[in-house]
């Protein structure tokens, strides 16, 4: 069996990424011509048709899309053979690409990495802020190594370590008449007080779930597109939210007369690392658990 080289994944995977085998070749450092054979060697190498081609755009085949993927894994695979072979790699040294949602990134991180990097000087951490759904699929094609979320959200093929609850907190505008937050009853809530983000982000379900919000005609059918935008609704009073703890005292509220106030401890999400099941990385990953667990916002 004839093996592909890791140069022809690495720019088979640059092209899947670019979609364009100019800007693919630009990004290999390597002329357009050099690499188009590359691409077609592989092709040959795995007798399959990798990617489609006209003369205006380049669309990678579905088998292509499958082996980009696990080329992605492979390479990674190759450069942790390198780290091993250049000399005992300590933990939490060399490259980590950390992906983080966006309702945990502007409260935790702002206070966890400086820390970080004293403590870990010789770590090279890379970050990708994104939904939740997004930096799992890409956690999976192997293009981050491990992810700093919020569950319960379904996924497979990972492993994952629970580090802190992070309760959630009623916030509303100080001084409205839509809620006493000191006598707080969601069933005591007009119709369409409630605001929330927009579909497709994790912290609307969890708030859903976590502050047990039967009843959707309380909710309001317009739903704001980032937190920004939702704290902003309820500094004009336009209706309540409800917030993770880690929000207390961010710049998020800073100059603005939003107020939280707690609820019961069961009203939580669960702050989590993830990764993918079998990664040779599990020791590092406990060790930066263990680092954010010491920000929990109790």
Request: charged share 25%.
């Amino acid at each position: 069996m004839q093996l592909p080289s890791t140069k022809q994944l690495q720019y088979f995977v640059a092209l899947a990424d670019a979609e364009h085998f100019g800007r693919a070749a630009e990004a290999a450092h390597v002329s357009q011509s050099a690499f188009s054979n590359a691409i077609k060697e592989l092709e040959v190498r795995l007798d399959t048709q990798l990617v489609d081609r006209t003369n205006r755009r380049v669309t990678i085949t579905a088998t292509g899309q499958q082996i980009a993927t696990q080329a992605r894994l492979c390479l990674r695979d190759v450069e942790s053979l390198v780290e091993m072979a250049a000399g005992q790699k300590q933990p939490m040294t060399g490259s980590l690409r950390l992906g983080v949602i966006p309702t945990i990134a502007p409260f935790l991180l702002p206070r966890a990495l400086p820390k970080l990097r004293r403590q870990f000087p010789d770590l090279s951490l890379y970050l990708i802020e994104d939904q939740t759904h997004r930096i799992y699929e890409r956690l999976m094609r192997g293009e981050l190594d491990v992810l700093l979320l919020a569950l319960p959200w379904e996924m497979r093929g990972v492993d994952t370590e629970v580090l802190f609850n992070d309760r959630f907190c009623l916030a509303s505008r100080q001084g409205t008449s839509k809620v006493d937050p000191n006598n707080y009853r969601f069933n005591r809530l007009d119709a369409d007080s409630v605001l929330l983000l927009e579909e497709g982000h994790c912290l609307r379900d969890h708030a859903l779930e976590a502050c047990k919000i039967r009843n959707t005609q309380k909710v309001q059918p317009f739903a704001a597109s980032s937190l920004l935008t939702l704290v902003e609704m309820v500094d004009a009073d336009l209706g309540i939210t409800f917030l993770p703890e880690m929000a207390q005292d961010s710049t998020l509220l800073k100059n603005t007369r939003v107020r939280m106030h707690p609820l019961g401890e069961n009203s939580h999400r669960k702050i989590s690392l993830a990764w993918r099941k079998g990664s040779d990385r599990v020791e590092e990953f406990k060790i930066l658990g263990e680092f954010f667990r010491g920000f929990d916002a109790r």
